[in-house]
């Protein structure tokens, strides 16, 4: 399965962003979709992650409230809606995938299978 994401760019504070990871093969839709995301010298953290069955959402503290992950299995697409841009939000945004996953580890980066190849997101003040 290959991601591409998109949609990232050069922002103002408190602007939105909508990024897009649209996925090259139909099981898309029975895997669990993350975002993470990563900037310079800092690891990898989860931002938000959606079961297949769309009705389990899971948010990062320091992003709930503001975004919201959708995901559209006709479109074999997860989407990223960032409201009220910080710049602490600036990051390379990357999504994945993952054909199974526990609850408990939703939020790991190596429960993932499959990696897009990020999508950069500035925020400036």
């Known amino acids: 399965v290959q991601l591409q994401a998109s949609g990232g760019g050069l922002v103002q504070t408190g602007d939105s962003l909508r990024l897009s990871c649209t996925a090259s093969?139909?099981?898309?839709?029975?895997?669990?979709m993350g975002w993470f995301r990563q900037s310079p010298g800092k690891e990898r953290e989860f931002v938000a992650a959606?079961?297949?069955?769309?009705?389990?959402?899971f948010y990062a503290d320091s992003v709930k409230g503001r975004f919201t992950i959708s995901r559209d299995n006709a479109k074999n697409t997860v989407y990223l809606q960032m409201n009220s841009l910080k710049p602490e939000d600036t990051a390379i945004y990357y999504c994945?995938?993952?054909?199974?996953?526990?609850?408990?580890?939703?939020?790991?980066?190596?429960?993932?299978?499959?990696w897009g190849q990020g999508t950069q997101v500035t925020v400036s003040s």
């Open positions: 959606i079961r297949w069955t769309a009705s389990n959402t």
């Open positions: 994945a995938g993952a054909r199974t996953v526990i609850l408990s580890m939703i939020r790991v980066p190596r429960a993932y299978d499959y």
């Open positions: 093969e139909r099981t898309f839709s029975s895997y669990a």
